[in-house]
């Protein structure tokens, strides 16, 4: 993924999105959803309904990209300015939502040290 600072546009979704949409559902919930072009290079954040799941689109000039963080005990925690129709977030909060700091608070959530998956 190129990194975070590097788009110069990164808008949040404040309505939660179905996690089965991928790439085509995505772009076209820009589009017709926030009234922005999928095609002009900005980062585009979705959250599900429980907030554990965090998938992120952007058009690179040839073609899609999405990428997706789940967490495993906690929550995103997106910023307050929830009533506006199209959030724009900085690269920063991108960046810390993506360490897992819960925004509001500014405070990294605990790490989770697990032995095996299964």
């Known amino acids: 993924m190129r990194p975070v600072s590097s788009f110069l546009k990164i808008y949040f979704h404040r309505e939660p999105i179905d996690m089965r949409k ?3 559902g995505l772009s076209i919930l820009v589009e017709q959803g926030m ?3 999928p095609l002009d290079g900005a980062l585009y954040l979705f959250l599900n309904a429980r907030a554990d799941i965090l998938k992120i689109l952007y058009w690179d000039k ?3 990209a999405l990428w997706q963080k789940r967490l495993e005990k906690n929550r995103f925690l997106p910023p307050r300015n ?3 129709r199209n959030i724009i977030l900085t690269s920063k909060q991108v960046e810390l939502l993506l360490e ?7 405070r990294p959530h605990d790490e989770i040290n697990y032995k095996k998956i299964c």
């Open 22 to 24: 991928q790439i085509n």
């Open 35 to 37: 009234n922005l072009s």
């Open 62 to 64: 040839t073609g899609f």
């Open 82 to 84: 929830m009533a506006e």
């Open 100 to 106: 897992g700091y819960d925004l509001s608070k500014l």
